[in-house]
């Protein structure tokens, strides 16, 4: 899940940063509105956790401005954004969810609660419902990071099952090398080999056998429906 952290407080994005890429995630932050404008107007994100205290205004002006974007753009107005603020007054909860809020938690939160709701967000934006994936007999479990194969417990790497994951989510669309990076490698990922999406790819067939991941010649990689 690419991740976007709009936060001026860098105990706390960085804190957010360090345990949501523990979790499998990869993790931009922006400390002001204008940058984290620039980062959605750059780059697709899976969801944005926003502050609504900001050194240049109201978080929710950034809100609201991603909202009034077309969705299947970048920025997309479908972007999913889940509000962490001090504010714990109930008419501002109310205020950040009419204008289009997916979720609101108020500072200090707990990080598992957050990202709980995160993956609830993300479930419910690609139209899935149960918290684990099927595949045939294969089964993910984006909370325990784990994964099965007839029963049997499979053993993959952070980035095997992120690839996985976002093909499985987008299933029976084709994703392109590239696209695939944006899921797995924020800004501050060094060294990514151009070669990585193929090296995983060819790991996670060898674990899972040569049918869970198919190519498109030229296009990319694709799960097909199940």
Known sequence: MRVLVVEDDEGISSGLRSQLRQQGCAVDVADTMARAWAALAAEPFDLVLLDLGLPDG??????????????????????????MTARDEVPSRIAALDLG?????????????LTARMRALRRRSVGRAQP????????LDPAARQAWRGGVAVELSAREFAVLLALAEVRPRVLSRLQIEERLYDWGAAGVESNAIEVHVHRLRRKLGDDIIRTLRGVGYFVAAT
């Open 58 to 83: 109201d978080g929710s002006a950034l809100l609201s401005r991603l909202r009034a974007q077309p969705s299947g753009t970048v920025p997309d107005a479908a972007t999913p954004v889940l509000v």
């Open 101 to 113: 809020a997916d979720d609101y938690v108020v500072k200090p939160f707990d990080v598992g609660e």
């Open 132 to 139: 684990r994936v099927v595949l045939g007999d294969v089964e």
